[in-house]
Nanobody, 125 residues
């Protein structure tokens, strides 16, 4: 599975961005796809994830209610709609895919097998 993230940029606080992650390769319906982020000097953290089959989602508490993860199965593309952005959301955002994750494992970056390159999101105050 190959993943290609895009859509990052510079936005003012309170603004919105939509990230995309195009996937190719032998992904199956048992996959979970998710978003993680890493700010300078900090560890990588979970943002959101979605089961490719069924579409159930999980969010980090810090983004719940502001971010929405979704997928377009026909396009093999994952999205992250980010609204009401805050300076604390500034980070490099990565998409990832893992096979057969249970819900409790979805926030665990070690459970994911495939990673895309990051896309920078910068939120100015």
């Amino acid at each position: 599975v190959q993943l290609q993230a895009s859509g990052g940029g510079l936005v003012q606080a309170g603004g919105s961005l939509r990230l995309s992650c195009a996937s190719s390769g032998r992904a199956t319906s048992s996959y979970v796809v998710g978003w993680f982020r890493q700010a300078p000097g900090k560890e990588r953290e979970f943002v959101a994830a979605i089961k490719w089959s069924g579409g159930s989602t999980t969010y980090a508490r810090s983004v719940r209610g502001r971010f929405t993860v979704s997928k377009d199965s026909a396009k093999n593309t994952l999205y992250l709609q980010m609204n009401r952005l805050e300076p604390e959301d500034t980070a490099v955002y990565y998409c990832a895919a893992g096979n057969g994750l249970i819900t409790s494992s979805m926030p665990n970056d070690r459970a994911y097998d495939y990673w895309g390159q990051g896309t920078q999101v910068t939120v100015s105050s």
